[in-house]
């Protein structure tokens, strides 16, 4: 089943100065389904605000790769189907990304939204 989300938006985008795109790996994970067998394949994009951000990301990406598999392997089918779920998934991935960042609670967070570019549940 295959499915796209509206993006989660987490700051205004200044249309004189136009984002940066980052797109991560494709991810395969197991879902928290009882049964254990029913998985997701999401691509991912990130949204900056500047090539400076994309940098650093790129500097502190196997540790978030490792936050956003986390997050992805906790829910279920259900509620990945739902756009909900994919805004709430989206949400959390800003918040793991900026913590990690240290941005969290900052005003002017360079990470301005997460892209689905393929989401696909089995």
């Known amino acids: 089943e295959e ?6 938006k987490h700051s205004k985008v200044d249309p004189h100065a136009p984002p940066t795109f980052l797109p991560l790996d494709n991810m395969v994970v197991n879902l928290a389904d009882p049964g254990g067998n029913r998985f997701a394949q999401v691509g991912i994009t990130l949204q900056l605000a500047d090539p400076k951000t994309g940098d ?3 500097t502190f990406m196997p540790s978030i790769r490792n936050g956003v598999l986390l997050l992805l392997s906790q829910r279920t089918t259900e509620e990945l ?4 779920g ?3 998934l989206a949400a959390d991935i800003i918040a793991e990304i900026s913590k ?10 360079p990470i301005q939204a997460v892209l689905f570019s393929s989401f696909i549940v089995q």
């Open 81 to 84: 189907l739902q756009v909900q």
């Open 56 to 58: 650093l990301i790129k």
């Open 86 to 88: 994919k805004e709430q």
């Open 100 to 109: 990690q960042l240290g941005y969290e609670g900052k005003r002017n967070n």
């Open 3 to 8: 499915a796209d989300a509206a993006p989660a």
